[in-house]
């Protein structure tokens, strides 16, 4: 591993503003389950000089419900999701999500914010340095994507420009089919809100140097809905999603008023499956309106040579989640 | 049954368990030598190119670094079958093949050193599959070996070494079927054993030539008899092993990491440490092989095989060191496992631009298994036949034989194990379960469950020599100097129990040397199953010079002939007078030592068996395949440890096993050359959170081995497995698969076919 200096922030503002001096030079650590990763490999041309611990940072590990919110730490850890009461009776969801991450070591350790802006798994980008060199990609800026050409059996098949890595984040795709939005904290003290999946660029995070993840904003639904997290992964459990779905419906008797229906594991960012709500939206909703909804849901995937069958996946996943709200 | 021991068949507790469970133990990763450097190695991001130019300049001048080696500066050691592996190449061969090496005060020092040598290449094609490396015109890894295609046989097996099938008459075979059926099938996925431990080794070099060399291995001898043929057989080799944190026959691949450590030490004239990270280990260390099976088979109603013909293709990756060997032990394994009267097996070892293939346990019977059930099943669906009946009707009873891997006809003399496979079938209930040739057991949906099975045996259980020592100290302890290795196994505590079974001592008075050439006696190693007979022999042996030893020496002082007298407890009397009698103390003076020697020939007219059956179940809408059930059927002749031999019986997933049928591949981009998955989430390796059903059947029938009637079974669970998960597969969806391992990608494609068939046959 290549040596760098590593600080204490003490605040949320202290590590901005260290990270914002340290240009694009510096790395925000949280729980380090991926960065150390990522470290060890050298899969970056350039390691971070900086490494700003978050660690001793207070006040941002809390689940907490405020008026029609829940809102949630960026250092809140993947652990404390998956036990919260407050998120068992408001937000379901995110439970599951949290507790389909890795092992109980890396939810114990992993934080929210961690999770949402972890690196992409893709194994060119990932490739590690010592054995023969890093691999460039156009998400490192050096040269193109090689999964197009090679075995893309993991990448993407919706929405990918130029790299066709897929968000990896459980989190991310629960988050998005809540409507959640993330606070990013800046160096000069600002505060912006973005939705959870405009968070990912098709190369990037929107993050600039020096803004961090303060916090996770989830509205509590105004009536209880129907809400399921599948993932299927090659192996069980400990593994990245081929392919995920979160599915929340809002129930009207055999109706639906309103549905979100998000895939993981397809896209660069959290996939809204805009057809497939529609299909739930309004009508009634049983087992062949939930094969409709996976039917529409993969409409318009573009498969490369060897991961079309995400796409029977994806369309299995949608149905089955759809139906497990049905039976809920 | 095992009353009448007093150790052996009971449980009793694993040596060096406390300090396993309490971190203690000391494997490679805390051995330090005093003085020692850290070595790391610079790896090609070519899979085929020729080095043109290196400058360590700034990589020798870094403050630290004490050797930085290329290959124009490296002795001339060479290994490998034949000879292609050097301690470093002016070609390399395989993304990650080693370019230069440094010698550091720390890995730190070492890596920043790595990125100060500048390399030059020269780009040739590279071919990663065997149809390219075979193809008219394709590029020559090495100049000696036309074709891409290695010498067949090892000098090791002697002059008739296996490197094929030509038995009988295959075209009156053929005549004589009831259905022939030719296909191809495939094991390619290239899985890694993956042992915990990273493979490591510290050379300390000794002027003039003398080195010492710590493993991390699980036979100190062989791994000393490797390293002196690759050394010109002009250096003095004393090699020591610890406890090793698995191998699972592949820590033998350390080869090259030994010569380059050694050249380092050297150069540097200090102990040199090199260890390969799991990334390393992952995509640049030994791999299983891959096969590709092209056969026909003829087969008689009565479920009588006729013939077998056909070409075995096996890819060992950039180089050889034993792929010829596990062809020839394959090739006899066949013949154990599917009695025929006729073959005509051709092979071919082909080399590619890749990560060596070599030794994994299943040694080459495994992968050709793996291949030539798919296509008997075929023929056996064809005639409605029960694979358990034809495995079980097949299998190597007493009375038949087989060649073995040195080309000799060995008459069988082991046990029938027809009942243990009948016991396996009754605690599965494969009768309740099978249903037929691609015949689902259960359909719930989306959901469709399939049954499988699979055998394999060894002969290689009394492979090769083991010497043991046994001391006998007058305090009334013993201690066993033996080469064996721990790698995981709980072997050497197995040797001891013999030992203190044959002295009667209690078991913690009976210790054991560290495997040291220097110190303990040849030994072949835990290698196929031999641990138990083999190496038992010589432990039981050893032990009973010993005692003999003893008990002529007691004849004077207690005025009894020997045979008249026992010994039990550190004492020696009369035959039932336990009350009387002396101390050895008293018998062999404090100034005395006993030493018995012990000695094992090689015996290959034994053969373990595994069968193993499975259920899975397949999801036809995700592709997904889980693992449900698993039962292990086995004839141990005498279980010597319960607990260990469950522990082996259950290590049948992973290492390199039933998982290579589910998940486990080595994922290498056509693309680039490089191994894409190297990494622990990428590479799909079961996890103890995710574990099927278990169960193991053993019987312990009696078998003339040595005087506890036992067997080794462990190097085999793995090997039926894989076959065995991919007819269950097959049956689950209706559809026959003859590629592993079952990816999602795989099994929905396969589900679309059946489907499409299905509505063709609608049509018409």
Redesign the interface.
Known sequence: ?R?FTHVTAGSLAEACALLSEAGGKGRANAGGTDLL?VLK?GIHAQGPELIVDLKAVSGLAEVSREGDEVRIGALATLASLDRSTLLRETLPLLVQAAHAVG?PQVRTMGTVGGNLCQEV?C??Y???R????P?GCLRKGDGPC?AV???N??HGVFGGRGCFAVCPSDLAVALTALGAVVDIAGPDGSRREVAVEDLYEPTTLTLAPGELLAEVRVPVPARPTRQTFLK?T???????A?VSVAASLDRDGPGCRDARIVLGGVSPRPHRALQAEEVLRGGDVDDQTAARAGEAAVAGAKPMR?NA?KI??A???VERAVRACLDA | MSDEYRYIGKPTPRRDAPQIVTGSATFFGDLVVPGMLHA?VL????PHALVTEIDVARARGLSGVKAVLTHADVPDWRAGTPRHLRVLDSTVRY??DPVALVAATSE?VA?EA?GLIDVSYELLPAVFDLDEALAEGAVQLYADSPGNVLRPGTRWFGPDCLTGLAIGDVEAGFAEAEVIVEGEASYAGLPNPLPPESPGVVAQWEEPDRVTLWLSTQAAHQEKMIIHAAFGRAVDVRTIGGACGGSYGSKFMSIQLIMQATALSRAARRPVRLGL?K??HL??FGLRIGSRVRAKVGLRRDGALTAISGEWLVDTGHYSLTTQAQVAVGCGEAQVALRCPNWDLRTKVVCTNRPASGIVRGFGGQELKACLLPILSRALAELDLDPFDFLRRNYVKPGDGYFWRDGRWYDYRGNDYTPAMDAGAEAFGWRERWKGWLRPTEVDG?LRTGVGVGVHGNVDIGESVSEAYVRLDPEGRATLYSSASEHGTGQPSNLLKMVAEVLQLPLERVTLTAADTAVTPYDMGPVGSRGTYAMGSAAIKAAEEARRQLLTLAAANLDAPPEELETRDGRVFRLGRADSGAAWMAIMGPERTIMGHGRFEPDFTLANCMMTFVEVRVDT????TELLRVVNATDAGRIIDPAGLENQLNGCLGSAGIDTAL?EET?I????G??????L??Y????F??LPQMRNVVLETPVDSHRFHAIGVGEVSTAPGPAAVLMAVSNALGVPLAEYPV???KV??AWKRAMDAQAGEATR
């Open positions: 591993m040596s990763g490999d092992t798994r194994w060119y990932r490739y590690p010592h054995v023969g060199g691999v090689l050409k090679g075995d059996r993991y299927f090659v192996r069980e459990p400990v593994d990245f081929v060897h069958y029977g996946i369309r299995t996943l | 790391k790896r090609s991001p070519h993304v990650g730190a890596e790595l990270t990334e390393e995509a640049a989306p809408e995700t592709g997904g998940f994922i981009d056509r693309t680039t490089r191994v894409l998955n190297a990494n989430i990428d799909k390796w079961r996890t959170a995710h990816t999602p990608e929905l494609a």
